[in-house]
């Protein structure tokens, strides 16, 4: 039996125009963060996006999730195009849909408590009573490693991998059906970096996820990713498993990604 994927990117592309240059015919510089992308995510399985900075692998996310309108090609979702959705059908892909990014501080609203951080997801998606959604947060601190007390505080008053586990807590109280990772733990100190990767490992098991893990450590990727995208200047140059792309690389830009890597710290 075939199996169909979760998430698809088909034939994805994303232009920018970087400046006019009046002196040549009104002429535009135009970038290509991404360039004819195909590729998908199955079901309970974690692919990883590795590549480079300024490779399109932040800009493929942001596709995949609807949080920009590709140039061309289409994003499909439990294999229905979303590319087009208004922004209230956005609004119920997204329950299923889940990010989470680098910068651990910048996705949380300093001026609010965490309760409510966790909380308004809940409301904006009409999920529980008051108490029920109380409960669903104390719940999910707990599986991120963290104490009922913290819902009172403020995050400037947690550290990065607090915050992290915050943001994962986050994007977890919905039950969404995939994560995209983009570079989750690249901004955390190297020793808590292992913490947030057996962390989101371990939910992944609990709560049946599935990930779309975004990075340019290809030691990173190679612990946590069943199957490994490679990304250069937009366009996916290799993939496959993991072991695969990690043990024979194929592409000469996948070798010299590998030759660049220290020695793993996450085995």
Do not use: W
């Not at 009573?129 to 409960?135: A, D, F, G, L, N």
């Not at 999910?140 to 586990?165: D, M």
């Not at 970096?193 to 049946?208: K, P, R, V």
């Not at 340019?216 to 250069?232: E, G, Q, S």
């Amino acid at each position: 039996m075939t199996r169909s994927y979760l998430l698809e990117a088909k034939q994805l592309s994303k232009t920018f125009t970087l400046q006019k240059k009046f002196f040549f015919g009104g002429q535009r510089d135009v970038l290509k963060a991404v360039n004819h992308v195909s590729l998908g995510v199955y079901e309970g399985e974690t692919l990883g996006i590795v590549g480079e900075s300024g490779c399109g692998k932040s800009t493929l996310a942001r596709l995949l999730t609807c949080l920009i309108k590709p140039t061309a090609g289409r994003v499909l979702f439990k294999g229905e195009d979303i590319t087009n959705f208004t922004k209230e059908q956005l609004t119920a892909v997204r329950r299923d849909i889940q990010m989470i990014f680098q910068d651990p501080y910048a996705s949380l609203d300093p001026r609010k408590r965490v309760f409510q951080l966790l909380a308004e997801p809940l409301a904006i998606h009409h999920i529980g009573t008051k108490s029920e959604r109380e409960q669903m947060v104390f719940d999910v601190l707990e599986q991120v490693g963290l104490q009922k007390a913290h819902a009172a505080r403020y995050p400037h008053e947690f550290s990065g991998g607090q915050c992290q586990r915050l943001n994962i807590a986050r994007a977890l109280i919905l039950q969404p059906k995939i994560i995209i990772c983009d570079e989750p733990v690249s901004a955390l100190d190297v020793s808590i970096q292992a913490q947030i990767l057996n962390l989101l490992l371990d939910l992944q098991q609990t709560n049946h996820l599935t990930y779309l893990f975004i990075s340019h450590d290809l030691n990173v990727v190679r612990y946590f990713c069943d199957r490994i995208a490679v990304m250069n200047m937009g366009e996916v140059v290799e993939s496959g498993p993991s072991d695969e792309v990690y043990g024979a690389p194929k592409d000469q830009y996948t070798r010299k990604l590998l030759a660049a890597i220290p020695k793993p710290i996450y085995e």
